[in-house]
Nanobody, 119 residues
Framework: QVQLMESGGGSVQAGGSLRLSCSAP?????LGWFRQVPGKEREGVAV???????DYADSVKGRFTISKDSTKNTLYLQMNSLKAEDTAMYYC????????????????WGQGTQVTVSS
């Protein structure tokens, strides 16, 4: 079973920044980040569609950046200009096959890391 392990969540004031990290084994596709607020469905935040194409949710465009260090098998999500509405559990995700966009349901999920933004 694939283990995706997130780290880097925490509490920050609005306008601040956080960087999430995810240890992701090689051989996976569509590495990305989803988030969930209690009582709501999980939503895609950012996904690496292939080596050069990235898809972001409209709500985070210009503020969040997804990246990957293949030498470390690590996925990142740099979150800047955080807002209270970014408060959620953030999940590292992946798929076993190519082909996805921000709305494609992942095959694999990490345990999640909490991000709390206070206004």
């Amino acid at each position: 079973q694939v283990q995706l392990m997130e780290s880097g969540g925490g509490s920050v004031q609005a306008g601040g920044s956080l960087r999430l990290s995810c240890s992701a084994p090689a051989g996976l596709y569509c590495l990305g980040w989803f988030r969930q607020v209690p009582g709501k469905e999980r939503e895609g935040v950012a996904v690496m569609i292939n080596g050069s194409s990235i898809d972001y949710a409209d709500s985070v465009k210009g503020r969040f950046t997804i990246s990957k260090d293949s030498t470390k098998n690590t996925l990142y999500l740099q979150m800047n200009s955080l807002k209270a509405e970014d408060t959620a559990m953030y999940y590292c995700t992946a798929r076993w096959t190519v082909g996805c966009d921000i709305g494609t349901r992942p095959d694999e999920w990490g345990q999640g890391t909490q991000v709390t933004v206070s206004s």
